[in-house]
Every structure is written in C-alpha cells, then in structure tokens.
C-alpha cells in the first residue's frame, strides 16, 4: 500500500484506545439515554457554528486590530476619523451578539459529551480535549467581556492582557475545532429537497428563537455606541448622550486625583526648545473647533463638539516639525494610561487637539480640564486628558 | 435518519497546525507573559466549561423535558422560544441589573434605571409568545 507524506503524519492519530468497561456506562451515557434526531442535531449545529464562525471572525479581526493600535505595531492612520470607533462597536456588538449563539449551541450538542466510548482513537482523544479549550474559552471570553464592558472587574486580573492571549488560545482551538468538524457543517447546511423531513419545522423554529435572541440581545446593548439607538438599549451599560457635559465617562478626575489644578497651571511643550503655557496662552492661540468621537475600548462611543490648540501648531512654538512621535503626559501621578504616543500621521493632523472646550463650555474636570488630548481615529483611553507636558521625542 | 460519518477534510491537517500555533502561543502568553494571571485565568476557563455543563446546561434540559411532558404541541415551541430570548437578555442582563461595577464617582456608567427595562423586555417576550402559542392552538383546532 502506498501511503503519502501526510497519512504517516497523521497515523498516530489513528492508534485506537481501549473502550472503558461497561458498568461504567451509567446515568447520562447509557445507550439510548440521548433520544436525539443526529441529522437534525448535525443541521442545528451547523447553522450556529457557521454564525458562531462569522461573529468570533469579526470579533477576532477587530480586537487584533484594537490591540494593534493600542501597541503601536501598525502605523495607524488618523482618519477616517470613525474608523476606530466603528471597529471597536463590533467587536462588542459581534461579542455580545455571540452569547445567544454560543448557549444554543451548546444545548444542541449537548447530549454528544456523553459519547460512549469517551475516544476512540487518539485523534478523537485530542479533538475532544481540545473542546474544553474551546467551550471554555468562549465562555471565559464572552463572561469576562460583557463584565468588563459593565465596569465589573471582579476577576482581579488586568482585562486587557488577559482578554488578549485568552483570545489566541480559544480561536486556535476553534481552528481545531473546525478542521475536524468542516466536512459535517457542509453536509449540514446544505439545503436538501429529499424526502420530507419530519425535524425540519421544529429545526426552523429553533434556529428563528436563536436569530430573535441574537437580535434581541444587539438592540438592547448597541445604543451605548450608536446613538438613535440608546432609547431601545436598555441594558447598555452606558447611553452616549448622559454623563458631565452630554458625554460618558470612563476615568473621573477624582479616580485619577486631579480634582485640584492650581492657578498657576502650565503646560509644559519640550521640542528643539522648551516653552511654558499658561490657560490664558493656550486661549490667546489660534483655536480649532472639530466634531470628534470618544470612542472608548468598552465598546460605547459619543460625539462632541471640542475646541482647543492643534498639536502640530504647539510644535511650530518649540521649533519641531511633525514628523516625529509626540508623548503626552497627563498631570495624574499613577494609573496605566497617563500618558500616550502620537505617532506622526496623527501629529500632523490639522484636527488633533489639546482640547480647551467642548461644546463651546470650558472641560469639566472628568473630561480632563484644564486640557486634553482629543484626536481622530483614537481609543479613548489614547486620549490623554488632565494634559501637563507634551514632549517631542 | 442517520448520519455517516464522513472523510476528513483537506484542510484538516492546515487548520490543525494553524490553529495548534495559535493556541500555544496564546497559552505561552497566558503563562509567561506580563500583566497576566495563569492559575486565576485557568481556574475560570476550567470552571466556565464545568457550570456550563454540570449546572446550567442540566438545569435547561431538565426545563426542555418537563416542557415537553407538559405542555401541548403548538406551545412547546413558542414556550422554547421565549425560554431562549430570555434567557439571553437574562445572561447579558446580569452585570447591569447587579450594578456590580457601579462608581459613586461616575454616574455616567450604569445611568440607567435596570430593573423597569428588563422587566419589561421579559414582559414583551412572553406576552408575544403567549399571543403565537394562542393563534397557534386555534388554527390547529379549526
């Protein structure tokens, strides 16, 4: 027999394992405990996992890029101005529009975690070990995820760092996953004009509750980042249009303790020279007014109308160009998101500010008075606020 | 009806690899990298899959079952269905309703009044599924 390369790669894989003894066969795995239709649980599963593959995809793509951005590893551009705020609502929306799908999933296949006998041959072994990866990364992520997005951090570990590896793992299993499961999803959903099929309504009506819920679950939580939609999502936890001043936020200058800025407040611009301004030099310069999003990585997002000193005309004081990166440090003493980068395409934006207003009033101190940094294209917790030094570096 | 078991897919053995990379970087990030909780991430991951399965995924089949025995044919479904949307909005609902990460600092998040909407989503639920399960059961008894 003439076997190819990739056979003998995969030949250990078919070792057969002992089947266990049947006394063992107890309770939910004896035979027949399970009255379940497999053609009709191999069509349900299909459908979900294809939708299931279609909302992880997007949620996936946008928190790479999420996490891109926030790391600097792309050169990001600096419009379209909504770009991140788009892609950050689908991450969230794509997430939470996940969890319907994924429990009705798993009450569909249920009853096959009682499969007798548990592996039969190593390769069995391992997709069926590489399934509490994948169940329990999804829930872990999803669990984790709608808490974060409600500001409960009661898991005790840092979100952001978490969320990401704790992705990598659950979308390789799902990789796994789908590689063992590919040819039954096709056969399952194809559309088939064969005998009738008695589990054909009820597969119908099953799969329309899941869509229902999944609609259902969208509608009540996208208002937090599309806006018309905030009267009908009323279980988002946040509503663009509330908060100091018309708008959200995440951080309060009591939590970053700067709930005191001094009258003899300046801020500090260090390029080829260093030069100190007061609130009263900041205003005397030429003012720019934009309409820009703070887009948060929480997944809500508001617009606001800000005015302020452009970043790149700061720079013509101390004599630097725009085409180097800019930190701004904010006047907080601790927290992780004191200070951030500008990179050059954002620098020479005519639209990044130093905010002095928004919607012509002064900033309240939770949007970061006396001045913050507000840019197109930016997660918000990249919009420095409570600025006191910008430095060229 | 039966189900055959099928051939392999070509792609099996690509997305194998793909997707063992994935999650053994994943898994070396998870241990060794910064800002991470190995054990608490593992306990809760390992965790996730055991509620699911020994607590809440029982507690549903037990419903479906009983539903089943109980009720008749044209409101077993409409009675699945809401089962289902509830329970989504229930699932998603939790963190909000609990107003566990509320700040006295920030009014602005949680700024909502979370016990009137849930209830009356759930109340809309039920009440559309009860109208389908009535119409249901008259046009089956014409």
């Given amino acids: 027999m003439v076997r190819r390369p990739r056979d003998l790669l995969t030949a250990p894989l078919r070792t057969p394992l002992p089947t266990p003894p049947d006394r063992l066969r107890v309770g939910p795995l004896r035979e027949g405990a399970w009255s379940r239709d497999d053609a009709d649980t191999e069509r349900r599963a299909s459908w979900l996992g294809l939708w299931l593959g279609v909302t992880f995809t997007v949620c996936l793509l946008t928190g790479l890029w999420s996490h891109a951005v926030q790391h600097d590893w792309l050169p990001v551009p600096s419009r379209p101005r909504d770009l991140y705020r788009v892609t950050q609502g689908l991450h969230v929306v794509t997430g939470l529009a996940a969890v319907p799908l994924l429990l009705a999933k798993l009450f569909v296949v249920y009853h096959r975690l009682f499969t007798w006998p548990p592996a039969k041959d190593l390769g069995h072994a391992v997709e069926r070990a590489s399934l509490l990866l994948l169940v329990g990364g999804s829930l872990f992520q999803l669990g984790t995820g709608v808490m974060n997005v409600a500001g409960w951090y009661a898991f005790g570990f840092f979100f952001t760092t978490v969320h990401y590896w704790a992705g990598w793992v659950t979308i390789g299993a799902l990789l796994v996953h789908v590689g063992c499961k590919l040819p039954y999803a096709r056969r399952g959903t194809r559309r088939t004009t064969t005998a009738a099929d008695p589990t054909a309504s009820s597969r119908r009506a099953f799969l329309t509750a899941t869509g229902v819920a999944t609609g259902a679950v969208v509608l009540t939580t996208v208002g937090a980042t599309v806006s018309p939609l905030a009267p009908v999502s009323v279980l988002a936890a946040r509503d663009p249009r509330r908060g100091p001043q018309g708008l959200p936020v995440n951080r309060t200058a009591a939590a970053a303790g700067v709930t005191r800025v001094d009258p003899s407040y300046r801020l500090v611009v260090v390029g080829a020279t260093t030069v100190e301004l007061s609130l009263d030099d900041l205003r005397a310069m030429a003012q720019t007014t934009a309409r820009l999003p703070i887009s948060c990585v929480e997944g809500w997002s508001a617009d606001a109308d800000w005015t302020g000193v452009a970043v790149r005309d700061l720079l013509a004081l101390v004599g630097s160009g725009t085409d180097r990166q800019v930190r701004v440090d904010s006047l907080q003493r601790t927290g992780r998101y004191r200070s951030s980068v500008l990179q050059p395409p954002h620098v020479r934006d005519p639209i990044t500010l130093l905010a002095l207003r928004i919607d012509g009033e002064p900033l309240h101190p939770d949007h970061g008075y006396p001045v913050r940094l507000i840019a197109p294209n930016r997660p918000g917790v990249m919009q420095t606020k409570w600025v006191g030094r910008v430095v060229v570096l | ?142």
């Fill in chain 2, 1 to 142: 009806m039966t189900h055959e078991p099928l051939p392999p897919s070509r792609l099996r053995l690509p997305l194998w690899l793909a997707g063992g990379a994935a999650a053994a970087y994943g898994l070396w990030g998870s241990a060794f990298g910064t800002d991470t909780d190995p054990v608490r991430v593992a306990v809760l991951v390992v965790g996730a899959a055991l509620a699911h399965d020994l607590l809440l995924a029982p507690v549903v089949v037990a419903v479906a079952w009983w539903g089943r025995h109980l009720l008749p044919a044209p409101a077993q479904r409409w009675a699945g269905g809401a089962l289902l949307v509830s329970g989504a909005l229930v699932a998603v609902a939790v963190p909000v309703v609990g107003r566990f990460g509320a700040r006295a600092d920030d009014p602005s998040l949680l700024p909502r009044d979370y016990a009137a909407g849930p209830l009356v989503l759930l109340a809309v639920v039920w009440t559309v599924a009860a109208l389908g399960a009535w119409t249901s059961h008259r046009r089956a008894a014409r």
